[in-house]
């Protein structure tokens, strides 16, 4: 691009130009207004004119050719023409599955791996099963507090079952393919798990605050209706804003690249793969941590807080312990649950995501809830006792 220089020079009008125009109006010789006698006269309309014919070629670019021989340069502007998204739209693609590509082991170690795992879920079933089956036939337990413990072991079968099973299946067969709505299936229950387990984690610890520090109001406070109520809301409370995340996930356009570096369908890889901004599913995905796991969180240190208050204000060292002993197999699971949550959610994004990450994020899965059912039956004398009972009426019905 070039501007024409903005140097003109005035001269004599000769009698051959039919017309003479400058700027926009147009006077035929004889009777131009600066013309008199052949010579040029400056008037009003003159200068009107010339300063049109001024701004015309000073203020606009003229293009020109450039000159092909020399180097140039071409400037231009598509700020306005969506330059980005159009260029994006080329590494789009319609995504109908995705690779799982778990740990980079060996095969013989995926063998192992396979027969460890195997050996965790199927614990994890039976043992949490059993504690289900225990609470439902032994009248003694059918308290709040059991009746909470058989929610969450029914809800550890199924945060299991979402993972495990599909991950099995890839170590014996090799196939690490899992299809676009199953992966979108298996993110929002696993979601909706996650955000399940801390509120009866929560919930749990309300029932235990009741128990030990109102301990004469507690069977009217924590009845059968305010205990299906609380349930009730534990399981629901999660899934209308998970299913909202989950959508948010899988309507973003994902590159050529479907491989996701875990062993399921985990947001944080996932939003690797996407070729737009994640920023607000990012936001999106602290803000549910906060609100599903610290909020909780925040609640179960506070009614524990006010439980061990009250148990250091007790005059006997032996209903100390005893009571204690109550709450103790609680508060492991806690431990448990938020220690290796915390530790997966906050870690850093990386584009990578190596093998001690799926180790935690595995240990996060399973563990909890394989030692659920042996911390509450180890430390519970009353779950002891139920499967004594209940063992014996079966080995000896008469």
Known sequence: MKEPGCQVELLELGVKNPSVGLGKEIWPVGESPW?????AEWSIAAERAFADLWTTLCSNPVPIAPDFTKD???????????????????????????????????????VLLFVALLAIYLVTVVGNLLIILVTLVDPVLHTSMYFFLSNLSALEVGYTSVTVPKMLVSLISGDKHISFAGCAMQMGFFLCFGSTESSFL?????????????????????NKKV???????????????????TGLVFTLPFCSSRE?????????PLLLLACADTSMNETLTYIMVTFFGM?????ILLSYIRIITTILMMPS???KKRTFSTCSSH?????????????????????EFPDGAKLLSLFYTVLPAMLNPFIYSLRNRDIQMALKRNMWKKMFPH
């Open 260 to 268: 996701i570096n875990h062993f399921f369908c985990d947001p944080a």
């Open 227 to 245: 205990c299906v109520l609380l349930a009730a809301t534990s399981w629901t409370i999660g899934i209308p804003a998970q299913v909202v995340q």
């Open 35 to 39: 013309m008199t006698g052949g010579h």
């Open 331 to 351: 508060l492991i699971v806690v431990a448990l649950f938020y220690g290796s949550g915390i530790l997966l959610y906050l870690q850093p994004r990386s584009s």
């Open 295 to 299: 909020v909780p969180f925040a609640l």
């Open 72 to 110: 140039f340069i071409l400037q231009t502007d598509v700020s306005k023409l969506n330059a980005y998204e159009k260029m994006m739209n080329l590494n789009r693609t319609v995504v109908t599955e995705f690779l799982l590509l778990g740990f980079s082991t060996s095969p013989e170690r995926q």
């Open 202 to 222: 929560a919930t749990m610890a309300y029932d235990r605050y009741v128990a030990i520090c109102n301990p004469l109001c507690y069977t009217m406070i924590m």
């Open 317 to 319: 060292a032996e209903g």
